[in-house]
């Protein structure tokens, strides 16, 4: 069953990024805790939509949305860390997009929100989707149909907040 707009993130899942000292993991509970936060999920790093499109709009608007009170953006995938730091700094994320790894689909598969890749060679990934979190509180989820990409990019984000 997957969430829907109320609900709460699913609590005490460990997500993970590089940082400065390297990986860093981080409980659900504590990256959402006390701030606004627009997570966009995407099957995976370097596949076609998602770098061409999904993480380049993002990058390219993270001004916009911060200033329309978004306090932290973030991109998941079911990738590691590292991967997710290496393609972040391919598309200059830098400190705009917090690479945020799902390497055990476990924030993916608690969020419902998983899609069946295996027939293609990827293994269970996430479906596109995008959602603002306000203090853990899930205000927006914008699911796409898929293989279909719109209506959870950075623009029709920026457009409905």
């Known amino acids: 069953m997957a969430v829907k707009v109320g609900d709460k993130v699913p609590a ?6 590089l940082g400065p000292d390297g ?3 981080v409980t659900s509970d504590e990256f959402f805790a006390g701030k606004k936060v627009a997570l966009f999920a995407l ?8 770098s061409s499109k999904h993480l380049p709009g993002y990058v390219q608007n993270a001004a916009g949305l911060k200033g329309k009170g978004v306090d932290t953006i973030a991109c998941l995938s079911v990738n590691d860390a590292f991967v997710m730091n290496a393609w972040g700094k391919e598309h200059n994320a830098g400190d705009n997009v917090v ?17 069946d890749r295996i027939a293609a060679g990827m293994g269970m990934r996430s479906q596109r989707y995008s959602m ?8 927006a ?6 293989g279909e990409y719109g209506i959870s990019s950075a623009e029709a984000m920026l457009a409905s907040l």
């Open 12 to 17: 005490g899942i460990t997500l993970r990024y």
């Open 23 to 25: 990986v860093k993991a």
């Open 43 to 50: 099957p995976g790093a370097y596949t076609r939509t998602c």
């Open 99 to 115: 690479m945020l790894g799902d390497g055990s689909c476990e924030f993916t598969e608690a969020m419902g929100l998983t899609v």
């Open 132 to 139: 603002i979190v306000d203090n853990g509180t899930i205000i």
């Open 141 to 146: 989820l914008n699911v796409e149909p898929s």
